[in-house]
């Protein structure tokens, strides 16, 4: 059996193989990312050229040191593809994202492509979402009263603002994150509209309708590629 590390690798692998010369792609954050841009930066070495759009700090300094041009999403007009990683996957390809604190801008990039491949181990999927606390990014003003309304919903059992160093943690955009454990989500799109609706929120790691494919390495070494739409 393989170890973790080397099942990202191989999806990462796997995930070079759809980039083509020219193309403006964006770029996720996250483990198995990190193996998709470390083969890209080989490519590069061999000639191919890529334009990449990052949805963090981390991402644009890997593709920097790989050689990827990096340019600001205002400046593109269409993302070909997406390739980032997820949480939670299920059956139907909706996604719980969030884990590295870079949700909001990966879904605006997301938004902006053509395509979202998400690129994962098989330990992402699952039969319904949830069991990975849901992050919820909110503005710092008033997020204690954010967290009352959650909780409120009756579904959601804690929520857990997030910290690093014992600091609280701020995103590339100067907000919190919220972690909320709903332990299960029955209705994903009606629990992001709901949220949607609080004050205070900015955005949800509910990816709902947004993956078109998911590339999935597996211990035996086999990787595999689902299309959802």
Known sequence: MLPQEEIKKNAGTYAADLIKNEMVIGLGTGTTVYWFIHELS????????????????????????????????NTIDRLVLTIDGADEIDPQGQLIK????????EK??????????????????V?????????????PFGYKQVIKQ???TGICKKVTLRKKDDQFFITDL?????????????????LNNFLH???GVVET?????????????????????TRYK
């Open 150 to 152: 959650i909780i409120k």
């Open 197 to 199: 609706h609080i004050p």
């Open 174 to 190: 100067n907000h919190y994150i919220l972690d909320c454990e709903f332990e299960k989500i029955e209705d994903a799109s009606s």
């Open 42 to 73: 080989k490519r590069v070495e061999q000639g191919l050229k890529v334009t990449g759009v990052s949805t963090s700090e981390q991402s644009a300094q890997l593709a920097n040191k790989a050689g990827i041009i990096v340019s600001d999403l």
């Open 205 to 225: 790691g509910l990816f709902i309708n947004m993956a078109t494919k998911a590339i999935v390495g597996y211990e035996d070494g086999r990787v595999e590629m």
């Open 98 to 105: 969030g884990g590295g604190g870079a949700l909001l801008k």
């Open 108 to 125: 605006i990039v997301a938004a902006a492509s053509e395509e979202l491949i998400i690129i994962a181990d098989g330990s992402k999927l």
């Open 127 to 139: 039969k319904q979402l949830g069991k990975f606390p849901l992050p919820v990014e909110v503005v």
